[in-house]
Structure formats: structure tokens, C-alpha cells
């Protein structure tokens, strides 16, 4: 059983469409991650939490607008999506950012029309 | 540049077989840890093992254990006793606290299990 739940687990949107990718973890980490994933390729880094602190690769598009509530819910705001936007979108935590075994959610596939 | 190179896109084994993935990463770093990861059709990525660079032993979790040559920066994953649940892609990981933690993956290994 994961104890990274992810909602919702598919979603298709329009280009002009608000949505928002939603996470949480029940296990007390003080870091949270996105990570979008294409067919075939590995995880790519798209923003941390650390302790609170947000950290974002620089080569995300600003469509994309993390949130991070509490220490326990990350969520991932949509915004004026591209068809190339289109992926696996993962969550993840672990206790701190160097290190520990960071743990996955079972992804949310995103399809943008 | 941090990097993590798996050789081998594609593997197979016969069931209850033993398979060997291979794993090589470059650094300068002394301190790091390594992971493999294992991504089923169903998607979730799950960790198979952790290794800490400063330690000479090499990881083993139950069928699964490692071979851990630091000096050669080898890390490679072997899968004993291989069961049809094995099937899946399989990602080497590094992760030496930059950018906040971030795991740099290989380009993973599709690991097939024939019965």
C-alpha cells in the first residue's frame, strides 16, 4: 500500500484549462517533489519541498505553479497546458532532501487536448 | 557532471534464474548514496535497495543485492531466484545532495520474465 496518495490518478484537459494535481503523504516527510515522467524515460525533478522551502528546475515552464499547503498535501496547479504537457506526473517524499529513500505515489497521468 | 549510465535497455531472464543490471555513475563526490528503483506496468515506482557510499557492504534485500565497486564506480543489481512479479523497469539512482536532493536516474533497464 502506498502512503503517497495521488489524485486523481487520470486526467484529461484542454489547453485552456485550469486544473490542479493533488498529493499526500501520511508518513511525516519533510520533503515533497513532483517529478513529470514520458513513456519510457525517467523521472524528471520538477520542484521540491524542503522544510518548507521551495526549489524548482529551472527549465519547468511557469504553466506549472506548485503549492504546498502543509508538510503533508504538495499540489500542482495547471494552467494553459501544451499537448506536449502530456505525461506521468509523480509525487514523492522522503524525510529530508539528501540521502533518504524518497517514496513515490502511483502518478497521475495527465492528457492534454 | 553528475551522470548514471545503464548499459542494457533491455534484459530477460528465465524464471527462478539469477540476472545481473548493470549500473555506472561518474562524480567527484565522496559522499553520495545509491538506489535502484523498480517501476512496474502498474507505474509506481518502488525502491529495491539503498546503498550508502561510505560503506563498504554490499546491500542485500532478500533475492536482491548489489555489487558495489566504489573505486569503479559500478553499482550493479543482482536479482536471484527471478520471479514473474520481477518484470518491470528498473532505474539506477544517485543522489549526492545537490539541488536539493535531487535523484539523478539512469535511463533504466526493462527486465522481462519468461516462465
Known amino acids: 500500500d502506498t502512503e503517497v496518495t495521488q489524485t486523481p490518478k487520470h486526467l484529461v484537459m484542454g489547453m485552456t484549462n485550469k486544473k490542479s494535481l493533488k498529493c499526500e503523504q501520511h508518513?511525516?516527510?519533510?520533503?515533497m517533489y513532483w517529478y513529470k515522467q514520458k513513456a519510457k524515460k525517467p523521472p524528471e525533478l520538477m520542484f521540491v519541498y524542503s522544510y518548507e522551502k521551495l526549489s524548482i528546475n529551472e527549465s519547468v515552464p511557469s504553466r506549472f505553479s506548485p503549492e504546498c499547503p502543509n508538510s503533508s498535501l504538495l499540489n500542482l496547479h495547471l494552467h494553459a497546458l501544451q499537448p506536449e504537457d502530456s505525461a506521468l506526473y509523480l509525487c514523492?517524499?522522503?524525510?529530508?532532501?539528501?540521502?533518504?529513500?524518497?517514496?513515490f505515489g502511483e502518478g497521475s497521468w495527465l492528457t492534454v487536448v | 557532471a553528475q551522470t548514471v549510465t545503464q548499459s542494457q535497455p533491455e534484459m530477460s531472464v528465465q524464471e527462478a534464474e539469477t540476472v545481473t543490471l548493470s549500473c555506472t555513475y561518474d562524480?567527484?563526490?565522496?559522499?553520495?548514496?545509491l538506489f535502484w528503483y523498480k517501476q512496474p506496468p502498474s507505474r509506481q515506482m518502488i525502491l529495491v535497495i539503498r546503498q550508502e557510499a561510505y560503506k563498504q557492504q554490499n546491500a542485500t534485500e532478500n533475492r536482491f543485492s548489489v555489487n558495489f565497486q566504489k573505486a569503479a564506480k559500478s553499482f550493479s543489481l543482482k536479482i536471484s531466484d527471478s520471479q514473474l512479479g520481477d518484470a518491470a523497469m528498473y532505474f539506477c539512482?544517485?543522489?549526492?545532495?545537490?539541488?536539493?536532493?535531487?535523484?539523478?536516474f539512469g535511463k533504466g533497464t526493462k527486465l522481462s520474465v519468461k516462465p
Open positions: 539512482a544517485y543522489d549526492y545532495g545537490g539541488s536539493q536532493g535531487n535523484l539523478i
Open positions: 508518513m511525516g516527510h519533510r520533503a
Open positions: 514523492a517524499s522522503s524525510q529530508g532532501p539528501f540521502g533518504n529513500t524518497i517514496y
Open positions: 562524480t567527484s563526490e565522496s559522499d553520495y548514496y
